[in-house]
């Protein structure tokens, strides 16, 4: 019980204290470690990612065989189809004995489908299960980034049929790479020569999990609707490629000793390991990705992975910087900032920069652009826009959705108010964000 009481107070209490500057950067990385792990462990407890990962399941099922289906042919066009069935091989490979018996029924239905059969309106019916499948599974990494709005439906066009149609490509390419460059005449001389022998099979080894750590690094820099660093993506990867290689073993083991289970379902046993395994991997996906949200938001860390919410105080200050960029940008007539460049600069979690940006734009000073990738500029010019009206606009955001004049005031503190209000907007009334942005460029 001592023991629980002094892991209980290390983790509540010690772990968030101030590291000592004098502590090596070695402490300092196992305690971010530990923070980080103590987060994501929460954040996993509330259930909500198990939800969405159970719900990618019923997706999976549905889509499975059109995707399989569209990259089959792709692959067919460059005569490289027959390697879908060692990939899905792979994949399934913790399914022991049943995983070669599902590739084979999976692969069974890609070939039993007929695009000439289907019609224009069964092929479209096609390609919108698989459009669906990648929409839930930016939902859920959006979830998970805590950004609020996804893609637009010509980014979502664009970008979902490039990883439909080029995705297949790349990852037969690589294999192809990776089996060539094995097999080069240079290589095969090496093995004979230690240590480069053993190097040489360590690698070959290690070369299936290094492609799935590529893999997640690329699914977690992609699918979310927000710029994702390389260095949090590729530790989130390698975070879940360890977890999914563990895992794997693991449940490889449970289905070699499920005979039980096997006597009870019958046949259906197969769709049932199916379906956990596919759940068990949507769910490592998706603590990857959270681990990845993390070490991208050291802020958040500090906070305890708690969500916070911006003071009415730094609203203000943070409400009336992000005009300040927006404004400099559109003065210096440059190109309108991004939501992605936005965040990057302000150091801004999504959702919160997307609650402000929103609020401006619903109050008339900014407008957003359509474009690749949306964009923001001042709704009018920056000389007719005072500050004062960008600070009312701030305060007064939410009184138009809930309660405003209706709340009983006393009267000598509504003067009072008002009377600071006045002295404020008299103030800055004559201060313009051109004047702001203009002072700031000099400067």
Known sequence: MDFITKLKQFFQVTLWQETAEQSSALVR???????????VIRELAKGELNLRAMSLVFTTLLSLVPLIAVAFSVLKAFGVHNQIEPFLLGVLEPLGPKGPEIAANIIGFVQNVKVGVLGSLGVAMLFYTIISLIQKIEYAFNFVWRVKRARTLARRFTDYLSVVMIGPILVVAAMGVAATVLNHNVVLALQA????????????????YLMIITAFT???KFIPNTN??????????????????GVGTLFASFVASSSNYTAIYSSFAILFFFMIWLYLAWFILLTG??????????????????QYELSPRLREKVGVSLMTRIGKRFYEQKSALTVNELEAEMALTNNILQDLLNKLEQGGLLVELQGDEPSYQPAQ???NISVSEILTCLRTAEESQGMGGEVAIAGEVNRLLDQLEQVQQSTLQDVSLRELVAGITKA
């Open 218 to 220: 690329f699914l977690y």
């Open 193 to 208: 020569i230690e240590p480069f022998g053993t190097l040489i099979l360590t690698a070959t080894k290690l070369l299936p």
């Open 381 to 383: 010019d920056t000389a």
């Open 289 to 306: 990705s959270q681990v990845a949200f993390y070490l991208q938001h050291p802020k958040l860390v500090s906070y305890g992975g708690e």
């Open 228 to 245: 994702v660093k390389f260095g949090p993506a590729l530790m989130g990867a390698t975070v879940a490629g360890v977890l999914w290689i």
């Open 29 to 39: 990385a196992v305690m971010n470690t530990l923070k980080v792990s103590y987060i």
